[in-house]
């Protein structure tokens, strides 16, 4: 079943002015579904009866986007996404951390996907390197200002204790 709404119909003036939108993909030469293949993915699919529910739900809604998105752009943003995933999963080193008192240790990261992110997305590489180069900077042992605070806190505390107990076992001496 083809959807016929605005979105769609734009779609295929831009592709094909001036002609009728056909009610399946078999009813265009091989040459034109060639062509629409390459011009608009989004389309084809449609016509075809291969979309995913999410496009069929966009036609649906009238809210496919004026122009079909270019197949560079697609793979552009496909590549990103990919890069993203790896940045997620840990692809780059992380410092330890407490949350309260309870202590996140760090990542070690992966060389290899640090590369395929390179490749994939420069800019995320360069960001990535960047946030850790500063944690790493920023603070001794790539501890955050709330972890040394949280030392300092224990450090004090650990003290005061120690104070508290050899005053108490001075008591019984004198």
């Given at each position: 079943m083809v959807i016929r709404n605005e979105s769609t119909l734009r779609r295929w003036?831009?592709?094909r002015p001036g002609t009728r939108m056909p009610d399946s993909l078999e009813e265009l030469a091989l040459s034109d579904q060639l062509a629409l293949s390459s011009a608009d993915v989004e389309l084809?699919?449609?016509l075809s009866n291969t979309a995913t529910a999410e496009l069929e739900?966009?036609?649906i809604n009238n809210q496919l986007d004026a122009a079909p998105i270019p197949q560079a752009d697609?793979?552009?943003q496909a590549r990103r996404a990919e890069a993203e995933r790896l940045i997620a999963d840990g692809a780059f080193p992380t410092a330890g951390r407490?949350?309260?008192e309870t202590y996140i240790p760090g990542r070690e990261g992966s060389v290899t996907a640090q590369f395929a992110v390179e490749e994939l997305a420069p800019d995320l590489a360069e960001r990535e390197r960047l946030r850790v180069a500063a944690e790493q900077a920023s603070t001794p042992g790539g501890m955050?200002?709330?972890d040394i605070a949280f030392v300092h806190a224990e450090m004090a505390r650990n003290r005061t204790e120690s104070l508290q107990r050899a005053a108490q076992s001075?008591?019984?001496v004198i």
């Open positions: 003036a831009a592709f084809h699919a449609l739900m966009a036609a697609r793979e552009a407490y949350e309260g955050t200002a709330e001075m008591q019984g």
